[in-house]
Nanobody
Framework: VQMVESGGGLVQPGESLRLSCASS????????MAWLRQAPGKGVEWISD????????WYKASVKGRFTISRDNAKNMLYLQMDNLNPEDTALYHC?????????????????????WGQGTQVTVSS
C-alpha cells in the first residue's frame, strides 16, 4: 500500500491549491478516504472525508465552502481543491485510508482511525 501526496506549496492568502494523492497497492474504490493536516506543534486535524464511491462528503467547519474533496477511482487518485486559503491553513497535509468498512463518524480523529497515510505535502499560506 502506498499513497503519495503532491501539489503543496507556498501561496498568498486568498489563493488556491489543488492537492493530489496517488494511491497504489490496493483497490481505492473499496475504501473511504480522508484528508488530514498537522501544523507544527499541534495534533492531527481532520479536514475532509469522502465515501468509497464519492457520493458523500464531509468537511471540517472551518474549511467548508472553501475546500472540495473528490476522487477518481479509475485513476486511483484522491484530490483536495483548496480555495481562498488563509494562514491558518498552513500545515502538512496527508491523505489517509480508513479501515475497511469504516467511514466518517466524527471530526475528532487520531491516527488510529486510519490504517495507511502518505508522507504529506506542505502547504504554506503567507503574505
Amino acid at each position: 500500500v502506498q499513497m503519495v501526496e503532491s501539489g503543496g506549496g507556498l501561496v498568498q492568502p486568498g489563493e488556491s491549491l489543488r492537492l493530489s494523492c496517488a494511491s497504489s497497492g490496493f483497490t481505492l474504490s473499496m475504501y473511504d478516504m480522508a484528508w488530514l493536516r498537522q501544523a507544527p506543534g499541534k495534533g492531527v486535524e481532520w479536514i475532509s472525508d469522502i465515501s468509497s464511491g464519492g457520493t458523500s462528503t464531509w468537511y471540517k467547519a472551518s474549511v467548508k465552502g472553501r475546500f472540495t474533496i473528490s476522487r477518481d477511482n479509475a485513476k486511483n487518485m484522491l484530490y483536495l481543491q483548496m480555495d481562498n486559503l488563509n494562514p491558518e491553513d498552513t500545515a502538512l497535509y496527508h491523505c489517509a485510508r480508513r479501515h475497511y468498512g469504516q467511514g466518517y463518524a466524527s471530526s475528532l480523529v487520531n491516527w488510529r482511525d486510519f490504517d495507511h497515510w502518505g508522507q504529506g505535502t506542505q502547504v504554506t499560506v503567507s503574505s
